[in-house]
Structure formats: C-alpha cells, structure tokens
C-alpha cells in the first residue's frame, strides 16, 4: 500500500509547481475507465489491435488492478476504520458488513502479486516501436466496495489526499498525461518493485501470527478483560505490533525472499532502461517523467543534474543486491563502519533468523556480514540536496 501506483507521484506537482494545462485529448480508453472502471478498460483494451500501444495499455491496467484488489480485500476483510495509506488521516470507507479473515494480508498480496505478473507479461513485450497513450488522471479510480459505481472517494484525486495529507485535488485540477515507449520501462520498474514487496512480507507468514494475535484478542474480549491500550492508545496500533513480532521468528521463506532479490535487480535494470530511452526523446508532450530538455505533465522539471545524482543511487543500489556493497550496521563503530557491513545478496538468498531483537542486536545479521566496501549513503544526501530536499518523493517518482 505505501507505493500507489499513479498516485503518490503526482504530488510533486499539488506539492510544488501547478500543473501544466495540456491541449491534447484523452483516449477512448481513458473515457472507458472513467465510466466503467479498470475491468472494463481491460476489456475494451484487449479489444485493440496488437502492437505496444495495446502492450502497455494492458500493463498499466493490470499494474492499477493489483492495487484495486488489495483494497478491495482490505475492505471486504475489516469492518473498523484503517486509513487509505500508512500514516495518512483520510480513513477507507466503514464496511459494517465485512468478514474478518486472518489471511487477508496473504490474500490481498498473492492477488496482486498474480496482476503485477500479468502486467510485466505484457511490459516486456513491448518492442521498439514508439506510441502514445493519452490518459486524463482523474478517469482513473479504483472499486473499492466492487459495487461497480465510482464514489468520490474511490478517484485517484481521493488517494492523493490521502497520501499527501491535504484535501483531495479538485476535479479537473488532474493532469492529462501522455504515455509513451519509455514509461513502458517506468511501468516496469515499478510492477517488480511492488512484486519484491510483496514477496517479502509472504517471506515470513504473517497468516499464522495474525490468527494468533486475533484468536487471542478475541477470547480475552469474552471474558471482558481487554481495555484501551494505555500505552499507545489504539487497539489497531498493539495489534498490529504484535503481529509484525510474531512473524518475525524464525527465517524467512528463502524461496520467496530470492524471488524478492531478483524483482528488485529486475527493477534497477529497467529503470535504468528508462533513463536511456528518455533521453532520446525530442518531442514535449505532456511527459510523465521528462528528460531535462522535457517538462512534465505536473509542471516539475527534471534537471540533468537531478538525474544523473538518480544514476548514482540507482548504481549504488545495484552493487548492494549484487553484494558488491555492503549494508552499514549501527553497532559497528570507529574506522570499522568503513569497511564492514552486511552482505543483502546473501541474506535474501539464504535469510536466517528474523528475530526483531536480534536483527536489532545484530546476531541476526552477523552471519552476513563481512569486510568490503560499505554503500556510499552520501549519494542519498546528495541525490536530496539536488531536487531541494526532496529525494524521498523524487525517489517515489523515478521508482
């Protein structure tokens, strides 16, 4: 849920700059999800005739859709309030009717783990043709009752507030935005983020815990000896802490945790695929994430320095999953912290123990760490002070 695809990123703009009026039109498809919603847009896509346009359509809808069934769990599974994103006050609508299910994280996250991999089916088909895909932002939304009628709180415009804290944007204060080759690499990128995410959270169970922690719940209920957390202040909070504890006992599913390892190499390799076909283009159409020659949809310009200091990250994180650089530990100290780290190759390939006290002692880490070079952390700072510190939704913005 922190990475909502299409989402989070356009706060650069309400954040910033104002959005860029554009002159051009949406595309049929665009008014297809705008009445309909994103089943129908698949449908009306796979009617398209084949070329990358249909590709990327088709993996841009299948991406949307893994977020749509994740709330679509949430909602079905909770009948108390839970916020649209993690840490955010615009509250996911109240469902009175809904049935609780100890497995709805793993069903949430298997389900969009199965649309995220349709999608990359149809990103990596896309070939060297260029095309264009006009989508207005504020057709897109997300069935989160799966009643099959857009509410105003299921538009994209109701999930930036969300995230950004601040009122929803108005309708049509969206960008319309025009999609082209290289966003296919973006997409991309993005689908194995979210896919190693996903893999890690099933890495470690969190069904058998959150069955414990309710099961446990619920019986102390019956007896009525269960008060208001005095220490937090919220059931949702001791509970969901409690859960994040129990799972993490015990090694994580190496299978799944390699899995993650590859999504995440995947993403460096097509982000970096991004980078070099956008700075090919020539044209300036209301770019989704512009070269410097470029300006964006949202109005927020994307200097040369910007993103190169982005390769730099981008390079830095490559040697990590690689194990050619290794992860600083906070106890080790002195002339040490230059030279001895944790190896993040060989713990997702072989993860031991996930104890959350240990992995903060750091037992949990000391069969994985090793002297080499430590993972130059200056490149985050200085990627933050390029885009006036900014990096964090720079970062969510470029992937």
């Excluded at 783990?113 to 999608?119: C, E, F, P, V």
């Excluded at 190693?196 to 719940?217: F, I, Q, R, W, Y």
């Amino acid at each position: 849920m922190r990475h909502i695809v299409l989402g989070i990123v356009l706060s650069l703009g309400l954040a910033g700059s104002p959005l860029y009026a554009q002159e051009i039109s949406p595309s049929p498809l665009s008014g297809v999800i705008k009445a309909d919603g994103l089943s129908a847009g698949v449908a009306f896509a796979e009617q398209q005739p084949d070329g990358d346009r249909k590709q990327f359509a088709l993996g841009a809808l299948y991406t949307l859709q893994a977020v749509e069934h994740i709330l679509q769990v949430r909602y079905n599974n909770y009948s108390g309030r839970l916020p649209l994103v993690p840490g955010g006050t615009t509250q996911l609508r109240l469902n009175p009717n809904a049935k609780f299910d100890p497995a709805f994280i793993e069903n949430a996250l298997v389900g969009a783990a199965d649309a995220l991999a349709t999608a990359q089916g149809h990103l990596e088909d896309l070939g060297e043709d260029e095309f264009a895909l006009v989508i207005n932002l504020d057709d897109i939304w997300f069935d989160v009752d799966a009643d099959g009628q857009r509410a105003d709180d299921e538009g994209l415009r109701a999930f930036l507030g969300a995230a950004l804290n601040v009122p929803a944007p108005e309708e049509g204060q969206m960008p319309i935005v025009q999609f082209d080759r290289a966003d296919g690499r973006w997409l991309l990128a993005y689908t194995h983020v979210l896919q190693g995410m996903a893999e890690m959270v099933l890495s470690v169970d969190p069904t058998p815990a959150m069955t414990k922690v309710t099961d446990g719940v619920a019986h102390m209920r019956e007896l009525g000896i269960v008060k208001r957390d005095p220490i937090f202040g919220d059931d949702n909070i001791i509970d969901t802490i409690a859960v994040i504890i129990n799972a993490l006992h015990g090694p994580a599913d190496q299978t799944r945790t390699q899995k993650a390892l590859g999504h995440f190499q995947a993403m460096i390799a097509a982000n970096k695929e991004f980078w070099r076909l956008v700075a090919l283009e020539e044209d300036d159409q209301a770019e989704w994430l512009p070269n410097p020659s470029q300006q964006s949809a949202f109005g927020v310009p994307v200097t040369a320095e910007v993103a190169a200091g982005w390769q730099d990250v981008l390079d830095e994180l490559e040697s990590v999953l690689a194990g050619d650089a290794l992860v600083p530990f906070w106890r080790v100290e002195g002339h040490n912290a230059a030279s001895v780290g944790i190896n993040i190759n060989k713990f997702l390939t072989a993860p031991g123990d996930l104890d959350l006290f240990l992995m903060v002692h750091g037992a949990a880490f000391a069969p994985y760490m090793e002297k080499g070079r430590v993972v130059d952390i200056d490149v985050l700072e200085r990627f933050s002070e390029l885009t006036g510190g900014q990096g964090g939704m720079f970062a969510l913005w470029f992937n």
